[in-house]
């Protein structure tokens, strides 16, 4: 069982820069493929990026590709979402989730991971 827990979230005005942390129990993570997700009310869960056990693959989705930078520690059992230039169409509850793979297959699809942190709210005011 892996447990993750968020952090970093808040309001920031558009521009502006915030950067998210996940921190992961055991040592299993480091064997994890692990992403974040986002979803705003009314809309369904989305993808943002992932990234593979050794920190040598990354994935992002198109709308946040440029601005936002996932990366991992594994030696401190953390995953990290830098985002730059936030828009308010970032604003969000973040999650962190983990695949029970070494390798990112279909990062983009909730189901295919296994553990899940709380979210942390992002928020970019119009």
């Known amino acids: 069982q892996v447990q993750l827990v968020e952090s970093g979230g808040g309001s920031v005005q558009a521009g502006g820069s915030l950067r998210l942390s996940c921190a992961a129990s055991?040592?299993?993570?480091?064997?994890?493929?692990m992403g974040w997700f986002r979803q705003a009310p009314g809309k369904e869960r989305e993808g943002v990026a992932a990234?593979?056990?050794?920190?040598?693959?990354?994935y992002y989705t198109n709308a946040v590709k440029g601005r936002f930078t996932i990366s991992r520690d594994n030696a401190k059992n953390t995953v990290y979402l830098q985002m730059n230039t936030l828009r308010p169409e970032d604003t969000a509850m973040y999650y962190c989730?983990?695949?029970?793979?070494?390798?990112?297959?279909?990062?983009?699809?909730?189901?295919?991971?296994?553990?899940w942190g709380q979210g942390t709210q992002v928020t970019v005011p119009s």
């Open positions: 055991g040592d299993t993570y480091r064997r994890y493929c």
């Open positions: 990234i593979d056990s050794g920190g040598g693959n990354t």
């Open positions: 989730a983990a695949q029970a793979s070494w390798w990112c297959g279909t990062w983009y699809v909730s189901s295919a991971f296994r553990y």
